[in-house]
């Protein structure tokens, strides 16, 4: 079967860096997908990797490793709006988006 | 620019009765999807569309139906709401195709409570 593996939450400090892991198994591969979820309201999308390494937009990078089939975003210079949950999905083979059950991050003052 | 929008932002729907969710996107794109969100869930997809005239079936299609009459309408009917209905209903859309990165862009959500 299909499968995305994150955390479910995480708790990090304001002003530090955290670096969110997701992991996956999916029939075929056609690109990662991060997006960013506040309580309440719809995924926004974040970041897109289909080739191996980092991709840097701002205080915000993914990065993917594609024979590992491991991602991770790395989130710089938290800031308390920071705080929401990070949803990992895969693109497969059919074109049909995978996703994961998502990451709680907690910013702390 | 609307981007996408759903109706309406919540319901409270008695078992037994019939709804139809709304979408309506003004981006062109192609292809649409509804997905249902539960807590502790990934994201699941219910039913999508690559094109007009055309849909499919996802994850978790039963109790539900679509149509896609046209490239800016996708609504999701339950003909028949039971109360594991209960949940955030979310459609997205995406340029699908050639070149493009698939990236699928989202509605804000209808809260649906089924009793």
């Known amino acids: 079967g299909q499968n995305i593996d994150q955390p479910t939450e995480m708790t990090a400090t304001e002003g530090a860096i955290v670096q969110i892991n997701c992991t996956y198994q999916t029939s075929g591969f056609n690109g990662l997908f991060w997006y960013q979820q506040h309580a309440g309201e719809a995924p926004t999308f974040l970041s897109y990797?289909?080739l191996d390494g980092l991709e840097e937009k701002g205080r915000f990078s993914s990065f993917l490793s594609r024979s590992k089939g491991y991602s991770y975003l790395l989130l710089k210079e938290l800031q308390m709006k920071d705080s929401a949950s990070y949803l990992c999905a895969v693109l497969d083979s059919n074109y049909q988006l995978i996703w994961g059950a998502g990451t709680k991050l907690i910013i702390k003052p | 620019t609307a981007g996408i929008t759903q109706a309406p932002t919540s319901q409270i729907l008695a078992a037994g009765r019939s709804m139809t969710l709304r979408c309506t996107q003004d981006?062109?794109?192609?292809?649409m999807y509804w997905y249902r969100q539960d807590l502790g869930l990934g994201l699941r997809l219910i039913h999508y569309?690559?094109?007009?005239?055309?849909?499919g079936k996802g994850e978790v299609p039963d109790g539900y139906s679509v149509s896609r009459a046209n490239t800016d309408d996708f609504p999701l009917t339950l003909a028949y709401a039971v109360p594991s209905q209960t949940s955030v209903y979310f459609c997205?859309?995406?340029?699908?195709?050639?070149?493009?990165?698939?990236?699928?862009?989202f509605g804000p959500g209808t809260r649906l409570t089924v009793l």
């Open positions: 569309s690559n094109t007009a005239g055309t849909t």
């Open positions: 990797n289909v």
């Open positions: 997205a859309s995406s340029d699908s195709v050639a070149g493009s990165t698939d990236t699928q862009y």
């Open positions: 981006m062109r794109h192609n292809a």
